[in-house]
């Protein structure tokens, strides 16, 4: 609530980042204020996200909050503005940090606008993709090799991915293919397989179409 004296004591106001932990779980949240009875005195609402991050099993469980940390790694962003290389050590802590929710998306636009002003070099690239590789969950497949396509989507119409993954698998080459759902054009890839097959699989369903059939075409939000 607006009106929350651990808001007015702490200096919490909206869209604050904010330390939010039960017992040894904790997450980086971003504050919404309300002004309504939605909530009660004394009282938190989480996202289901942070609902299941923070381990909580029941409503009227007790979270502590606070000031997290500063993100040290934004220091090295803002060396990136002024023009200086990101090594590679560099990348795997900034990447981190996205990872873990420490980036606000101001944040997050300086980073991004840092790598568009001062272009990445083929060490940096290198460097950023395997720090991104290294913080995800990765899957391992029966056999290689391992293919996957990209085409410019948004295009109504660019039904490639269908054709291209059945072809591909039929001979014999391992695609795990991950598609989304509509974002610029009438219905995305994900969208156009689903009117055939489902498409929102975890991945342990995704594993097992692939070891079956050399491939899929699933929801990569699913994913």
């Keep these: 609530r607006k009106d929350c004296h651990v808001c007015r004591a702490e200096g919490f106001s909206a869209h604050a980042r904010i330390l939010v932990s039960n017992g040894a779980r904790s997450i980086i949240a971003t504050l919404f204020q309300v002004t309504s009875d939605l909530l009660g005195e ?17 409503e009227g469980i007790t979270v502590s909050v606070a000031h997290p940390a500063p993100v040290e790694s934004m220091g090295l962003v803002r060396g990136k503005i002024y023009g200086r290389r990101l090594q590679r050590q560099d990348l795997d802590v900034i990447v981190h940090d996205i990872s873990a929710g420490r980036f606000s998306d101001i944040d997050l636009s300086a980073f991004i606008t840092a790598c568009s002003a001062q ?38 119409g660019n039904r490639t991915t269908p054709i291209v ?30 009117t055939l097959a489902p498409v929102a699989l975890d991945l342990r369903t995704m594993q097992k179409v692939v070891e079956a059939e050399g491939g899929c075409i699933v929801g990569g939000g699913a994913v």
Excluded: Y
């Excluded at 004394?42 to 029941?58: I, N, P, V, Y």
């Design 119 to 156: 272009t990445l070099d083929l060490d940096e690239t290198t460097a950023l993709t395997n720090a991104m590789v290294n913080v995800g969950e990765r899957l391992t497949w029966s056999h290689a090799p391992v293919a996957d396509k990209h085409c410019i989507g948004g295009l109504p």
């Design 42 to 58: 004394g009282q938190a609402g989480l996202s289901e996200s942070a609902w299941r991050r923070l381990g909580l099993t029941d």
């Design 165 to 194: 993954v059945a072809i591909v698998s039929a001979c014999g080459v391992i695609m795990p293919k991950t598609s989304s759902r509509a974002i610029t054009s009438p219905a995305g890839t994900a969208d156009a397989m689903e």
